[in-house]
């Protein structure tokens, strides 16, 4: 294709990546600088000047990494992170990892070393572009800044379409600083021949998909992250009316299909709902819709789904039959595929029929009601379901980050979210993601309400980003569901590691988080029982600033239910008995064969006896 060119003119390589990033549509970037990325600076210094591009400046790399990507996930657009050489792009990994992970489009520019300093062990030298070779989609050095255009353009186009992920782009020293005759590339004339994703489904696979559709009596949609990533929701929920198929989504697709719709059974996997869980082991055909069977997913995969036929569509060919081999297989972009099998649908001429899959979906009613998702109330504390519960109700629309651990299930569980309006590291579970994640969500939606759901040890891995939040007045709330632990590592070592509560215990480190946002100049709250939190969550909503939220739950909490490693879905812990739904479980031993289990368990999931 002939590349759309304008006149030339003198720049440095520096100005050269500043014109092409605002050429593809780029207002906001985060970072931090150094000496190796110093005349990028430099130039973003002129362009900020003249409002053509704002630079958050975070109080760390990672911090800067997590906000890109809170951009990117809450707007669909890639985010834009700038990081120096040595230990700035080392900084980056976890960041880079964490939207290679989850699939997010993101383009990363890091400074190096000069030229002819490359390969010395010069000062602030690392090999970021070898470092990080296995998390990113594409990696590139730039060592002429003629090509400076070529590979901005080619980044953006390759960070954001087939499946999206992160690029690197490590630019020398002496690449930023060099003139040279510059010739811009437009956004959009940039085609790679060797880089040519599959987005449209065969048809004969499309008819066969169909055609296992109409024959199944118990199917199930599976719906994961690649529906979020290609805006399928409506063409989904169509389908999954049609042909009243129950509806189930990963911790990446939430927010792909309404949770209050009839046809939702919530998530699946190791915390999701028992419905959900039950569901996929018992159904005779399994329809994945750009999901990749992960193993927080599948549980015992050998037995996952494993009396079901499985369609899986998905633009990666690389994930199709990688965990399980499909009877279907469909390479192709999800919302292309599925407006496809609608079209197909019509012209076979697919009716809507009330009865279909009838009998189905009154047997997951009845595990809806005989398992449900419980909000504990206690006599002397707060429950954390209860405080995430409150924050739906009072902010039903807001985005919502998460750190990783037992709060990030809770909040799964229960908040019920809308499209990108629910931001969480899933595949890396990156501890210190959510505050970063909702700063930089803000940035992208100042006029929409932006909650991370923060655990005390989460929060303390990237604390120092309440400098951003303070310095550029971003009014992103932080809301800490405060229990003194490592709350899923003490979950995990009351099970199965005998209550040997190794190093899990926070208690004796813990900040006065109040104290804390004050110091930085931010709002600082705390609640300590029932009767504050309705109050408190209103107070945080009306503030116009950012505000950090200490909120003190039962220590001891558990989160339920539990599909323990090695286990299958069905052998989930913690399930409640729905004529005993305000018990508190208790850990307890089967009588036949020892196994550690919950006393609200109906029968022990090893040996099958009676509890």
Known sequence: MQLQRVAVQRVTGAYALMDSLKRHGVTDLFGYPGGAILPIYDELYRFEARGELRHILARHEQGAAHAADGYARATGRVGVCFATSG???????????????????????????????????????????????????????????????????????????????????????????????????EAGSVKLPGYRPTVKGHPNQIANALRLIRQSKQPLLYVGGGAIASNAYAEIQQLAELFNLPVTTTLMGLGAFDEHHPLSVGMLGMHGTAYANFAVMECDLLIAVGARFDDRVTGKLDEFA??????????????VGKNRAPDVPIVGDVRNVVIDMLRRSKEDGDQFESDRNRAWLNRIDRWREDYPLVVPHY???????????????????????????????????????????????????????????????KVALPDEEVICISGDASFQMNLQELGTLAQYGIAAKTIIINNGWQGMVRQWQEAFYDERYSQSNMQGSMPDFVKLAEAFGIKGMIVRSRDELKGAISELLAHPGPVLMDVRVKRDENCYPMVPAGKNNAQMVGLPDHKHLEKTPQVVHCSSCGTKILSTNRFCPECGTKA
């Open 87 to 185: 230990p700035g792009a080392t900084n980056l990994v976890t960041g880079i990892a964490t939207a290679h992970m989850d699939s997010i489009p993101m383009v990363f520019i890091t400074g190096q070393v000069p030229r002819p300093a490359i390969g010395t062990d010069a000062f602030q030298e690392t090999d970021i572009y070898g470092i990080t070779l296995p998390i990113v989609k594409h990696s590139y050095v730039v060592r002429d800044p003629r090509a400076m255009a070529q590979t901005i353009a080619e980044a953006f186009y390759i960070a954001s379409t087939g499946r999206p992920g992160p690029v690197l782009v490590d630019i020398p020293k002496d690449v930023g600083a060099e003139e040279f005759d510059y010739v811009p590339v």
């Open 306 to 319: 494993s009396r079901a036929k499985v369609i899986h569509i998905d633009i990666d060919p690389a994930e």
């Open 379 to 441: 006599a002397d504390s707060l429950s954390p379901q209860e405080v995430i519960v409150e924050v739906a109700t009072q902010a039903p629309h807001a985005y919502y980050t998460t750190d990783v651990g037992q709060h990030q299930m809770w909040a799964a569980q229960f908040l019920k979210n809308s499209p990108r309006r629910w931001i969480s590291s899933a595949g890396l579970g990156t501890m210190g993601f959510g505050m970063p994640a909702a700063m930089g969500a």
